[in-house]
């Protein structure tokens, strides 16, 4: 729930005038003693000066650290020193971030979620960023410049921005996965199209690839089950909101999902799809593979590559590689996720904040060359070391666990403003993940993501009020039809999503998309 909102208008009247007054002007305090080289293009600030930040995120999982070394470089070349006041026992990130607005003492950088940023920042809890980004933040601004649809899914209902963003990378993320021992033990082509896909998922089931005399192969498993829901693209479905050219649908409510629908509960029913694959859970890939059952999967690259090494002594000859998507029943390939640079998380600059051009210019240098490397890398010496111009990370970071934890506590690799490259992830992707990825992007698989879009107060409301009831509904129907719980009434589900509202739903998607398109 959200917290009642302290900022009555003569107070927001005040804060506005205190930010515009301080728009242009240096902090006052007194500053320590400099070790920043006055020439450095980075400088925020001609003086030391410390800022603070509210950084809370995922529950408690990465809360700004003082310690972090990204951060401490960043002072040197910045002059700018962020002090983290976010709490660190809390648990609850939403939680987090609604006692830091209530208490009325909002810090200098606030990390939040899009809407929330832009409904209390119409309240003048922080400072629109559109005059500031442009006179004082160019790599920001080139950045905007070149991907205008990153300011487009940002701004608020009242056409300003508020937020510098995260700026992920684009490119694969996801794939289909097959077990290519047990093809070439069967004499089996990899699938080109759906059909051949079921072919071969059929042959897994029937003709003993584990070699062990029993029928206990799992042809298609998966670690979530929502993730069941990806493969109506098999036949020119689409599992949620997307996009025919400017007009939001609703997959659901077409026709080719109930085509999906149908074919996915004929493959359940035939014992081609894992029958516990709505319960068991994340450990799903350590269970079928390593007990030599699984056969196909679609899951990340780069965690699923990695176990025909682990499990090299436990299954003998294991071979789970990746293939392209199987063409669906209109001639497609479609990969339905990938990774989307327009996210839906940033920082903004509190609207009593000195210095608030000290803070456009801090939070610019990470859009630069040099603090992009920061974020993406770590320090140098530290986390990497330059060889030939590029940075190389270090074999303590490469033989970690995972290496995006490990560099996180550096200060690396977090969601605060900056834009993610994905090429460091090569440096301790295996051969097999690399070849998945290369494959994917090349012939460009993916599907067009339906973007993050920004709300007003009332329609926050309907998409609250409709969203959950909808996304229940659709996931428990289709549970109960692919299980062949119940038969599949596509006439009756329709109705159910109209007295749900999904015609409310889909209007307040399209005035929001429409907005954002003016933007």
Not at 60 to 73: A, H, P, S
Not at 302 to 315: C, F, G, I, R, W
Not at 440 to 452: D, G, I, M
Request: charged residues 30%.
């Amino acid at each position: 729930m959200k917290t009642t909102k302290l900022l009555t208008g003569v107070l927001i009247a005040s804060l506005m005038v205190t930010g515009c007054q301080n728009a242009e002007q240096s902090s006052s305090e007194k500053p320590a003693e400099s070790k920043v080289d006055n020439k450095s293009p980075y400088l925020a600030s001609k003086k030391p000066i410390d800022m603070t930040i509210h950084y809370h995120h995922y529950d408690g999982l990465y809360v700004f650290d003082n310690d972090w070394d990204v951060f401490k470089k960043a002072a040197e070349e910045t002059n700018v020193t962020l002090k983290g006041v976010a709490p660190k026992t809390s648990t609850n990130s939403v939680e987090a971030f609604n006692l830091m607005i209530a208490s009325g003492e909002i810090p200098n950088l606030v990390f939040g979620i899009k809407n929330d940023i832009n409904e209390y920042a119409q309240e003048g809890a922080f400072l629109p960023l559109d005059e500031l980004i442009k006179k004082h933040a160019p790599n920001i601004q080139k950045m905007i410049e070149k991907m205008p649809e990153i300011k487009a899914s940002n701004v608020a209902a009242d056409g300003k921005l508020y937020i510098v963003p995260y700026v992920y990378s684009e490119g694969a993320a996801q794939g289909y996965f097959i077990r290519k021992d047990w093809m070439d033990k069967l004499g089996l082509k990899t699938p080109e199209t759906v059909d051949d896909y079921y072919n071969v998922l059929k042959a897994f089931r029937e003709k003993d690839p584990n070699g062990n005399g029993k029928k206990d192969e799992v042809p298609y498993f998966n670690r979530d089950g929502s993730y069941l829901d990806d493969l109506v693209t098999l036949w020119g479905a689409n599992e949620g909101l997307y996009l025919d050219g400017d007009q939001v649908k609703f997959g659901p409510m077409d026709s080719e999902y109930a085509k999906a629908m149908e074919n996915l509960a004929k493959w359940y029913k035939e014992g081609l799809i894992d029958p516990e694959i709505f319960t068991r859970g994340s450990e799903a890939r350590d269970y079928m593979l390593g007990n030599n059952l699984g056969g196909s999967t679609r899951d990340w690259f780069a965690s699923t590559s990695a176990y025909n090494e682990q499990l090299k002594d436990k299954v003998k000859g294991l071979q789970f590689v990746p293939i392209a998507p199987p063409e669906n029943t209109e001639g497609k390939r479609v990969e339905p996720t990938s990774r989307n640079p327009i996210t839906d998380m940033g920082l903004a600059i509190g609207h009593s904040t000195e210095d608030p051009v000290a803070a456009i210019k801090y939070l610019d240098f990470f859009f630069s060359e040099e603090g992009r490397k920061l974020m993406n890398y770590g320090v140098e010496g530290v986390t990497y070391d330059l060889v030939d111009g590029k940075p190389v990370l270090k074999g303590e970071i490469l033989n970690s666990q995972s290496v995006p934890e490990k560099l996180r506590q550096y200060g690396a690799q977090t969601n605060l403003p900056y834009q993610h490259d994905a090429e460091y992830e090569k440096q301790f992707l295996n051969e097999i993940a690399i070849q998945g990825v290369e494959l994917y992007e090349k012939n460009n698989y993916f599907r067009t993501l339906f973007p993050p879009l920004g709300f007003t107060k009332d329609e926050e409301k309907v998409i609250t009020d409709k969203k959950a009831q909808i996304a229940t509904y659709v996931d428990e129907t289709v549970q109960k039809w692919i299980m062949g719980v119940e038969p599949i009434n596509y006439e009756d589900f329709k109705k159910q999503l109209e007295n749900l509202g999904i015609e409310e739903y889909l209007k307040t998607n399209q005035q929001a998309y429409d907005r954002m398109k003016k933007n």
